[in-house]
Every structure is written in C-alpha cells, then in structure tokens.
C-alpha cells in the first residue's frame, strides 16, 4: 500500500495553509469507520472524524463536522435515537501526551490482537512522519483511531483518573458531585483572576498569639472589607544565603496564619482532588505566596484545586519545651490549616475526603511529621484530614537525638526579650542556623524542627509504635536528587566547576547519600513494614555537568512556574523547552499519584523519574 500525502480541499482554518492526509491513514479511517458500531455513528453524533471519501472523485478530503453529519445523515437510515446526554459525547481536547498515554495504554489493553497493535502503531509512526506537513489531519485520524480501541467509559476513566481535563458533563464517571452547587461562601470573597486560574489570597485560617497554639478562624467570620487578592506576606526571617530566592516572599509580618486558594476558571459543579503544598526553607526561610510557588503550570493541564499554606518558622515556630514556650507550634499551624481545609474546602470546589499533603525540604520534613500527629488521620475514615502524602528532598534524618542540641538552643536564647519585634527572633533565628556539627552530630545541619515527645507527636522511642497505627490509612511517595548538597554550598562559575567537580562530586554524592538518599529509603522501608504503602523515587534534574545538575530545589520548577527559577539560576543549564517536557511528564506522575494512587510507569523517562526499590525489614 502507498503513503503518499494527499492534498485536501480547503485550508487549515488555523495556519491558513493547504491540508494534507496520508493514504495509508485515511484508508484505515475508512477501514475502521465501516466496522464501528452503528450506535457510534448516529446521525447528529460529533465524532473526531475530519476525513471523507468522496463518491465522486473517489478521493479522500477533510470536512468540518456539520457537513460531514449532513452527508451521513442522507446516507444512513435512522435505526437509533440522538442520544439524551449530548454532553457525554462531546470531542476531548487532548494534548500530545494524553494522546501518547492513550496510545500506550490502548496498545497494552490489545496486546493479544496483533491486528489492532499494529493498526495503532501504524497510525502512531504515520502522524510522527508527516508531523510538520500532515499535523491538522493526522492527528485527528490517530486520536479517533486510539478514541475507537476502547468502549468509550474506559478511554474516559484512562484519562480522567491522570486528572487531566475533561468536556463538560464527562466528569460524571470520576468526579463525586458537589453537594452544595452555590457556595456558601462570603459572596464578596470573589478571586483573582490571573489568564486562566483563579486565586484567594491570605485567606486568614487561624489567629494566634506568641507562643500560644493556633485557634480556627472560620470562613464566614472575614469581615466585608477583607481583600483576598494580595499574597500572603511571610513571616520575618533572616536574609537566606546565596542572593535572590524565589522560595521567599516579598512581605513579611509576624503572625502569617494564612492559606491561598487556587483553581482553573472554568466551572464545574463537581467536588475536584485537594493538594496542599507547604513550602521550605530549612523552617527559617520562605512562604505560601513566594515568587516561585505558582501552580499555574499544573492546573491548566490537571483538574485538581491547589492550597498553599504558611506556618510559623524559627524560633516562634519551631524551638520550646522549657515551659515557657511551647514547642511544636508550627506543626500545631499545618494541623489547623488541615482542619479549616476540611471543614470549608468545599465550598471553593474541593473534595475534603480527597486530600494529598505535598512537601519540599522541610515542608516534606513537616509533611512526614503529620503523619505521626495525633489527630490527623486517626479516627474514622471521614475525620482524615489527608488521605495520601508527597514527601520530596525531605532531610528526615535530622530530626532524631537532637534532645541535647535543642536545650543548647533554648539556653542561647533564654535571654530574648518575649516581646522584642519580630524581626529581632528571625535574626536570632539565623544565628542559630548551622549550629556546631561536630558537638552535636547531623542534627546541626537543621537545629529548628519538629521536637519529638511534644504534642502532637510521639517520643521517638514510639515513632515506630505509632506508624503502625497510622501507615496503613495514607499512601506515601519519597523522593530525593543524586546530588542534593550541590544546591545548599556557594555557587560555581561553570568554567571553574570543570576542574572542582571531581574534587566536590565524592563529598556531595556521600553528604546527600546520608543526609537525603538513605533517609528517604529507610523511611519507606519502615512504613512499608508497618504496614503502609510507599513508594521511594529518584528524581534527575539538569544538564549533565552543570554544577547545580540534580541540585536542591532545583526540582521545584518542574511542579510550579519554571521562571523565578529560570531567573535565579536553578534549572541548571537545562533549555527552557527540554524543561517543560521533563515538568510535564513528571506533573503528569504526581496528578496520577494524588488522583488514584497508581505511578504512570510509561512516562518515567520523559520525566527523568526512577523507581527505587526498597524492601521491608
């Protein structure tokens, strides 16, 4: 059979230019439109089929989808009925990569009919030939010939349960509906629209004096006149190292108890998968509504609702248990912004018995934290707070034997005034950064944290006798970079790294294989043998060579807006282009993860994403 490229009739509407289809492509379309079901084919049905073959000339043309619906309906007798729900059979928009995991997963499904594997394949090969010329025709046959390989319920469930985008009225089979279509909300807390996603801004979760736990705010308590379109200012903090940072806001005030909102424009009257993202910062620096925390990436292309929370950092929020400050507090903030997300999240669009916990370096420290808490995810299945659990470049070694550390710390700082500004603990908070590694071990490196034996979370001794209570409710997924200490020293001009990196990689590669790489494994090991199901990962990010390759929070661009990264230095040499391929496959993994706790396997090397084995002891 040829493959010679047929000119159509007409031009593409959106290049202007002259259409193209390829005979083998559209001798299959014909060849799979005679066998489709007659019920697929009901006159009125819009069906993604632009190609036709004409009793005239005997050739194949494109057509819009009215004349082809005019031309079947004079040639086909009405046996069936317009179907009631038009909505249901409404064309997807489906991106490449939807359209390349359909193929992948149509191919596995048909794997015993060689028949139908190597039609799709074909199909596949075709569109990838005559990509430049035959891209407007091509596709729409590949993507009705995949669409055709499954009934139509499957090929809805293969796409929405990686949380992609669906037409209206298809999320009936996935999405549960909202039981309360008009919010409750305070009609004058209207978002900020910025191009395609709404945003509420330091929306105020709870108040809380110094050093005292944090009390709920409820959602309808905001006064009139309270303005959810500025960012959430974070709390004062010590300059961070290494110049401009897009991990720390712009404003900044002492009691930062505040939480913003974000999801796609477009409506829906379905209850949409939550993620709550808590930030790093080696819990000294950082917050929600920093530069470099935009979602917007992630929710043009998935269908979930983003919540960003801040939590007090440093010496207000993580150093106490001398009787005089509580410790703990930061963490008791995270647990208040859990509750207040499920009691009001619905309200914005969100499912609160569907809610992932995602954290980067301490914020992942953090997340791991509450899943020990008392009162997160005990009780019944409907007073979870969180149901699964994203725990990335988290250093969770470093918070164990810091007993000593922890009371050198509050003797160091007895003397502050308790009512001194706070700007003045933030720069006490600097100086206690880094304390002395060698009196006091690995603890150093993260001298503020979470305090084991404080409430909410157990001694340290019963870590293991609480997990197996707890590990068994949340799925887990652990990940870290091969070189994360590359990202916290001093950076090096490109010209000289060449002649240090064999000098620096032996000590990075072993400070990150005992700070980040072996924590993380044990850590899954533990919870898979109390019981739980985790998965640890390694994750690659970065041009081969360059000093910040699989660097620290150089990973975070890939889930956010790439360019305050870009700005700062962080995407490691990697062109803009190559990195939001990698950022789209590997949103794709995390979006499948949240969604239904299952790891897309077929796009792991697009996303430069690895599989860590680990067995349970």
């Known amino acids: 059979m040829g493959n010679r490229l047929i000119k159509t009739r007409g031009k593409c509407r959106a290049s202007g230019k002259r259409r193209y289809v390829t005979e083998t492509a559209a001798k299959m379309v014909m060849s799979t439109i005679q066998s489709m079901n007659p019920v697929l084919l009901t006159p009125g049905r819009t069906i993604p089929v632009r190609v036709y073959q004409c009793p005239t000339c005997n050739d194949f043309h494109l057509t819009s989808l009215e004349q082809w619906g005019k031309d079947f309906e004079t040639q086909t007798p009405h046996t069936t009925s317009k179907p009631k729900n038009t909505s249901r059979h409404l064309v997807m928009r489906l991106s490449n990569l939807q359209l390349k995991e359909l193929f992948d997963a149509a191919c596995f499904e048909h794997r015993d009919d060689p028949a139908t594997v190597s039609l799709l394949i074909g199909a596949y090969q075709d569109w990838k030939q005559f990509k430049s010329k035959a891209h407007d025709s091509t596709r729409e046959i590949f993507k009705m010939l995949i669409l055709a390989a ?69 959602l309808d308590a905001l006064p009139k006149t309270f303005y959810p379109h500025t960012p959430s200012p974070g709390q004062p903090q010590p300059h961070a190292p290494g110049g401009c940072n897009p991990g720390v806001p712009n404003r900044f005030e002492e009691y930062p108890l505040r939480l913003s909102i974000s999801k796609h424009r477009r409506s829906t009257d379905h209850l949409l998968p939550v993620i709550v993202y808590f930030h790093g910062g080696s819990y000294v620096t950082g917050g ?42 930061g963490l008791l903030d995270a647990l208040c912004a859990l509750r207040w997300v499920k009691t009001y999240i619905h309200q914005f669009g969100g499912d609160p018995d569907r809610v992932t916990v995602y954290g980067h370096s301490a914020g992942g420290d953090l997340v791991a934290k509450l899943i020990l808490a008392e009162g997160a995810v005990d009780g019944e299945p409907g007073e979870m707070l969180f149901h699964r659990a994203i725990i990335q470049s988290a250093p969770l070694r470093l918070s164990y034997g810091r007993q000593k550390l922890t009371q050198h710390l509050l003797a160091q700082t007895a003397d502050l005034d308790v009512h001194a500004p706070s700007s003045v603990w933030a720069k006490a908070s600097g100086r206690c950064f880094l304390a002395n590694p060698l009196r006091f071990g690995w603890s150093a490196f993260l001298p503020l944290g979470c305090q084991y034996g404080h409430y909410p979370l157990p001694a340290e001794k019963d870590e293991d006798a609480r997990l197996r209570l707890v590990a068994s409710r949340v799925q887990v997924l652990v990940g870290y970079l091969p070189r994360e200490v590359a990202g916290l020293t001093p950076p090096v001009p490109q010209r000289l790294h060449r002649f240090l990196r064999p000098l620096v990689d032996p000590w990075v590669e072993w400070l990150t294989e005992r700070m980040y790489a072996d924590p993380a494994r044990s850590f899954v090991a533990r919870y898979q043998d109390a019981g739980g199901t985790a998965t640890c990962f390694q994750l690659e990010t970065g041009e081969q060579g360059h000093f910040r390759e699989s660097a620290h929070s150089t990973d975070i661009g890939l889930f956010f807006r790439a360019t305050p990264w870009d700005k700062a230095g962080l995407l490691a040499g990697t062109p803009v282009k190559a990195w939001n391929q990698q950022g789209q496959a590997f949103r794709a993994i995390l979006a499948q993860f949240m969604r239904e706790g299952q790891l897309n396997r077929r796009l792991y090397r697009q996303a430069r994403f690895m599989e860590i084995p680990v067995r349970a002891t």
């Open 288 to 329: 929600a509504d920093a530069p470099g925390y935009d979602p917007s990436p992630f929710l043009d292309n998935f269908n979930f609702l983003v919540v960003k929370v801040n939590y007090r950092i440093g010496l207000l929020g993580f150093l106490g248990g001398d009787g005089k400050r509580p410790a703990n507090l």
């Open 150 to 218: 499954y009934d139509e319920e499957t090929w809805l469930h293969t796409i929405a349960s990686r949380g992609y985008w669906l037409e209206p009225g298809m999320e009936d089979y996935i999405l549960p509906t909202n039981p309360n279509p008009t919010p409750k909300k305070p009609s004058y807390l209207r978002p900020l629209e910025v191009e395609s996603i709404r945003h509420w801004f330091g929306l105020p979760y709870a108040v809380a004096e110094r050093f005292e736990p944090p009390h709920l705010v409820p």
